[in-house]
């Protein structure tokens, strides 16, 4: 039987007693040690049920044993669908009952909150802490340490991923073994990934790049990750002389640089930076190159697609780019209006084409149809240009999508909560810059007439149904939101006025 991503991230390691995770406590976990978890687990999720192509949704924390249960889901031919630890319940709710998930791995914290959850969508709920203890490692413990790995083909769908949609509601991104495993094995090429590489992992798995961009290239090349539970300022800088590689967010590399520990000296046996997930600012690139002697690579990806573009390995890393197609990756720029492929230089919205595309978005038909044209080109929603020696620029975005540290945020879904707020007429929420996180949102709120809102009770009431990460950090009063003749809301108007409301954060 074949499985063409578990035999190539997982099969080929087998009964191998190389290092693989190095943890946080000076623990090595090797191949054959992890595989043997992973298929311990699989036995749980198959021996209660769950057939290939059914959904299992887990909001756990990054652990050892929460990337085991990755490997028993492809193991098994379930559908993954790891959900962000800050998503409320409410929150949940909806992912869980649109995907028809039918088992749920959440923390024990959350297992009375999720349960009436999971009764009312049939599904099983098991738990996993973040230090490998709950009913699924118990039931796990007792298992057979090999499992029949499920056949499967590169066109059969192997995770969702949930990204926002342009009325606010999620979307589930279908991505096939096929769209997983070819950006895998060539980004590992691209990025001269060999197994001799220690990538420092300070990410989360809940994400395209923390799981599907720098876990899944780790297992391609067979290299090893040091695998910390989040980024902290002083394990990556004691981490960082045993690791080669590292991949980040700009907030990582904007708190190392205010470390007057991270030197040239530390990082002089890296070969290489990565960063993506959020613009990284032209000052932090020269700031980096300054102190460390290392220029960031950066690359542009997307929950639907995974990686599009990068700045080459050898060659000019261009600050303020995100570098060139990847190989098998075709990138054109059209008129939003007519699809019209637009000429080098000029601005219009990217559209790209290749095995890494999504095959669709769950039970939304007429959403595919909208963003995935019949070519197979996908409507990216960004807006860029390609100039002259071929780099690709990210401009701005035809959609009010913002991108805050890695994480998808659509402003509708936060003006709603805003809306509802004693004393809020109207709002509109945008992204303005911020050294830390690329973007950071903003809320712009109109009162009621002759009414002073209470802005802290309202942030209190976002905070309450909202993840941390789309929380307003902060609110402003206005009497009127600039508007065109046809009454939309101008929130590049917003964006222009408020630009420099975190230029010292």
């Avoid at 379930?78 to 039918?102: M, R």
Wanted: aromatic content about 8%.
């Amino acid at each position: 039987m074949t499985n063409p991503l578990y035999d190539r991230f997982f099969g080929k390691h087998a009964g191998k007693d190389t290092p693989f995770l190095h943890l946080p406590d000076g623990t090595i976990l090797t191949h054959a040690d992890f595989l043997r978890t992973a298929a311990r687990i699989a036995h749980v999720l198959t021996g209660g049920g769950l057939q290939p192509g059914d959904r299992l949704a887990a909001q756990v924390q990054k652990s050892p044993t929460a990337l085991a249960l990755y490997a028993a889901c492809v193991q098994a031919g379930i559908v993954f669908l790891p959900l962000n630890t800050a998503y409320t319940v409410d929150e949940l709710s909806y992912f869980i009952e649109n995907s028809g998930a039918k088992t749920v791995i959440c923390d024990a914290g959350s297992q009375a909150l999720l349960a009436p959850v999971a009764a009312r969508s049939g599904a099983r709920l098991e738990t996993l802490n973040a230090d490998g203890s709950g009913t699924l490692s118990d039931l796990a413990d007792v298992m057979p340490a090999i499992y029949p790995t499920v056949e499967r083909t590169e066109d059969d769908l192997a995770a969702f991923l949930y990204t926002s949609g342009t009325t606010g509601r999620s979307k589930g991104a279908m991505l096939t073994q096929g769209n997983l495993l070819s950006n895998a094995v060539t980004l590992a090429a691209h990025w001269h990934f060999t197994p001799r590489d220690v990538l420092l992992h300070a990410l989360p798995i809940f994400h395209t790049h923390g799981l599907f961009v720098a876990t899944n290239v780790t297992l391609a090349a067979g290299s090893s990750m040091i695998f910390l539970p989040r980024f902290d300022q002083d394990a990556m800088i004691d981490w960082m002389p045993r690791a080669t590689t590292m991949m980040g967010v700009p907030t990582f590399y904007t708190r190392l640089l205010q470390d007057p520990r991270f030197t040239r000296e530390l990082t002089s046996h890296m070969r290489l930076f990565i960063s993506g997930s959020a613009p990284l600012l032209a000052d932090t690139h020269r700031e980096f190159e300054e102190r460390t002697g290392h220029r960031i690579l950066e690359r542009y990806g997307m929950t639907e697609t995974n990686m599009n573009t990068s700045n080459p390995y050898d060659g000019e890393r261009r600050a303020g780019t995100v570098g060139f197609p990847l190989p098998g990756v075709e990138l054109k720029i059209t008129d939003p209006d007519t699809g019209t492929t637009l000429p080098d230089g000029t601005v219009g919205q990217i559209e790209v084409r290749g095995p890494n595309v999504f095959k669709g978005y769950w039970q939304m038909p007429d959403k595919t149809a909208a963003e995935l044209r019949e070519d197979g080109f996908f409507i990216t929603g960004d807006l860029g240009k390609i100039d002259e020696d071929g780099y690709v620029h990210i401009v701005g975005r035809n959609k009010d999508l913002i991108i805050s540290g890695g994480y998808n945020i659509y402003p509708k879904e936060i003006e709603l909560v805003l809306d509802a707020q004693p004393g809020v007429s109207e709002s509109a929420v945008i992204g303005v810059p911020h050294a830390d996180f690329g973007e950071t949102v903003l809320g712009v709120l109109v009162p009621d007439p002759d009414v002073d809102p209470d802005l802290e009770a309202i942030l209190k009431a976002a905070g309450s149904s909202l993840a941390r990460f789309k929380h307003p950090r902060k609110l402003v009063l206005v009497d009127s939101l600039p508007r065109n003749t046809m009454g939309k809301v101008q929130k590049n108007v917003l964006r222009e006025r408020y630009k420099d409301a975190f230029a010292s954060a």
